[in-house]
C-alpha cells in the first residue's frame, strides 16, 4: 500500500510542479513514439504488439525529462529515484507490475487505438479505489522499435513519460 501511495503522490506532484493541463484526448500527439516513414511499426493488433514483458528504463525516462525544460536538478533527482525499478507484463486482459519485488495485478481494457499507440484503462483493486477515491486510471503507451513510452492520461507525453524496453529482446 505504501508504494500505492508513492506513486499516487508521484503523479499529484507531476500535477502541482507544471506537467501541464489535463488531457483531454483530443491532442494525442505522438511525441516520442519512432516512426518510420510515417508508417506502422508493426501490423500486430495492439493487443499482439502490448504483450510481453517489459522493465523501465532509467537513462531514456531521465534523457526525456531533462530534454523537456520543465525540471530543475532537484526535481530530476528527486523523479530519477523511481525509475528503472518497474517491470510490467502485459498478457491476455491483464497487466502484472513488479515494483521493488511488489507485485500488482490489474485487469486492463484497451479503449482506443492506433499505428503506434494504445490508450488502455486498468480497475483498480477495492483497496486501491478507497486509497485513491478512483475506480480505475487510463493511460497511453505509443509504441518504439525496442518497447514503448507510458504516460498518463492526465499529464502530456511532451511534458513527463517513462521508457520501457521488452525483456526478452
Known sequence: MRLIRTLTCLGVLLFVVGCGDLHTG????DAGADKHGGESLNEQSAAE???GTYVSDRAATIAFLESTGHYN???LKSLGSSFGKTQLTYQGDTRTTVINGVVSRHPF???DSGPDHVFIEST???EERAL???DSETERIEFTSDGFWLGKLQVPMDRFKEK????DR
Request: hydrophobic share 45%.
Open 26 to 29: 483530443e491532442n494525442t500527439s
Open 49 to 51: 504488439r502490448l504483450a
Open 73 to 75: 536538478a532537484d526535481q
Open 109 to 111: 481494457a484497451i479503449v
Open 124 to 126: 483498480w483493486s477495492p
Open 132 to 134: 485513491m477515491g478512483e
Open 164 to 167: 520501457f524496453v521488452r525483456k
